[in-house]
C-alpha cells in the first residue's frame, strides 16, 4: 500500500487506505467550518456497541495515520501544529474506541464510501472542540 510521499506499510491488510484518512481530515475540517464535509459521508448506528480498546495499535500505523491526517490539512487556514494536535488526539481516540481490526474495517468501509459508525463524527468533533479550547 502507498501512502502519500511514498510512505509505505509491508502489511496492506492492517492499515486503512489513505482515502479513509482524508474522509476522517474533511470531518475535521469540517468541524473547524473549513472546507466541506465529504457528502457521502453519513452516520448510521453501528452493528454492536463500541467497546474501550485496551491494545495499541502498531507505532508505524499511528505515525502514518498522524501524518497522512495533517498533510490532508490547509496550513494556511490550520497551522501545521493545530493539526497535529487534532490529528493525534483523533488517532488516540480512535484508539481507545477500536479494535485494530475495527480500525481497519472502518478505514477500508470509509474508502468504499460506506457511512461511518455511530459516535464517530462526534468523536471527531470532540477532539477539534479540546484542540481548540487550549
Known amino acids: 500500500m502507498t501512502f502519500p510521499k511514498g510512505e509505505r506499510y509491508d502489511d496492506d491488510d492492517n492499515l486503512p487506505g489513505s482515502r ?4 476522517s481530515t474533511n ?4 468541524s473547524l ?10 452516520f448510521v448506528p453501528a452493528h454492536k ?16 495515520f498522524t501524518k497522512t491526517c495533517v498533510a490532508q490539512g490547509d496550513s494556511k487556514k490550520v497551522p501545521t501544529e493545530v493539526m497535529e494536535q487534532i490529528c493525534t488526539c ?3 481516540e480512535i484508539e481507545k ?3 485494530f481490526e475495527e480500525f481497519t474495517t472502518i478505514g477500508t468501509d470509509l474508502g468504499e464510501g460506506k457511512p ?3 459516535g464517530f463524527k462526534e468523536m471527531v468533533e470532540g477532539c477539534v472542540a479540546e484542540v481548540l479550547k487550549k
Not at 20 to 23: F, H, I, L
Not at 27 to 30: F, G, H, I, M, R
Not at 33 to 42: E, K, N
Open 116 to 118: 461511518a459508525p455511530a
Open 20 to 23: 479513509s484518512m482524508r474522509v
Open 97 to 99: 474506541t477500536y479494535s
Open 33 to 42: 467550518g473549513f472546507f466541506t464535509l465529504v457528502s457521502s459521508l453519513a
Open 27 to 30: 470531518v475535521l475540517s469540517a
Open 90 to 92: 483523533n488517532i488516540r
Open 49 to 64: 456497541a463500541i467497546a474501550e480498546n485496551t491494545t495499541p495499535y502498531p507505532a508505524e500505523a499511528v505515525d502514518i
